[in-house]
């Protein structure tokens, strides 16, 4: 997000963003799980990197003679969002990979989904579940149908080859594949899962309201990371806040 209003503040554009943090719960079930159908099948089962999601992606990429598909999970995403740019080196992937083996070591399943859903970017300036539902569907996150959740689900991938406003067809075919892929039986979340936070304890220096913040120093920078997301240092500030 701070990348983006910096290239914004350059090109003289408004480099006002939106983006209203909430907690867990105050994001729609509905959301949680399309994002994790959609996303990261395999979330509760793996410790940050979902090797069985990486050889099938080889394969497929092996056989098309070209790279087209990802296996980056939720925890991948979320190190890629919060600390690192968007270039494709060897040596920024080894950092999200050292980045997201410490989130998956001090952070709860909840945790992570939690930052992730409060970080990942929906569309044009807007990151965030509760930004993105009240652009789209003029409502707060914690009051998505199921197909509503869907449709920001099939967002993620990409915010601009699937923007519902342009791309309305688009976006309702990749919505209708992970409706079906919800209506399988569901994965029981470990205990910590169902974790409740304040919007204050889940985002100690933010403030609630569509105008990003300064960005402060992280404090934790592994193998170089670089900071990307407002409030990263609160975010990842204290070891009580993130076993939370």
């Given at each position: ?5 910096q ?6 554009q ?5 983006w209203?943090?909430?907690p867990?719960?105050?994001i729609?079930p509905?959301?949680?799980?399309a994002?994790?159908?959609a996303?990261d ?6 410790g ?11 394969g497929k990429?092996?056989?098309r003679?070209?790279i087209r598909?990802?296996a ?5 995403q ?5 600390y ?11 950092r999200?990979?050292?980045i997201?083996r410490?989130?998956?070591s ?5 945790r992570?989904l939690e930052?992730?859903?409060n970080v ?9 579940a ?7 569907f003029?409502k707060?996150?914690a009051?998505?149908?199921a197909h509503e959740?869907a ?5 993620i991938p990409?915010p601009r ?5 342009r ?5 309702e ?8 892929l ?6 029981t979340?470990?205990?910590d899962s169902p ?5 204050a304890?889940a985002?100690?220096n933010?403030t609630?309201?569509?105008?990003l ?6 404090e934790?920078?592994p193998v170089?990371?670089?900071p990307?997301?407002p409030?990263s ?12």
């Amino acid at each position: 997000m701070e990348r983006r209003r910096q290239e914004l503040s350059r090109s003289g554009q408004n480099a006002r963003l939106e983006w209203t943090p909430v907690p867990l719960d105050r994001i729609s079930p509905w959301l949680r799980r399309a994002v994790i159908v959609a996303e990261d099948a395999r979330f509760y089962q793996h410790g940050g990197v979902d090797w069985n999601a990486v050889r099938e992606a080889a394969g497929k990429n092996w056989d098309r003679g070209r790279i087209r598909i990802g296996a980056s999970t939720i925890t991948q995403q979320l190190a890629k969002n919060l600390y690192l740019s968007p270039s494709r080196t060897p040596w920024r992937k080894f950092r999200e990979l050292v980045i997201t083996r410490r989130l998956e070591s001090t952070l709860s399943k909840a945790r992570i989904l939690e930052l992730y859903l409060n970080v990942v970017e929906f569309g044009p300036r807007t990151y965030g579940a509760e930004a993105a539902s009240r652009r789209y569907f003029g409502k707060p996150a914690a009051v998505l149908s199921a197909h509503e959740a869907a449709t920001l689900a099939a967002v993620i991938p990409s915010p601009r080859l699937y923007d519902p406003v342009r791309h309305p067809e688009r976006v309702e075919r990749r919505a209708r594949r992970i409706l079906r892929l919800m209506q399988a039986p569901e994965e029981t979340p470990p205990a910590d899962s169902p974790a409740r936070m304040s919007p204050a304890r889940a985002f100690p220096n933010a403030t609630p309201v569509p105008v990003l913040p300064p960005e402060p120093t992280p404090e934790i920078s592994p193998v170089g990371a670089s900071p990307a997301a407002p409030g990263s240092s609160a975010i990842l500030a204290s070891s009580e806040s993130m076993g939370r």
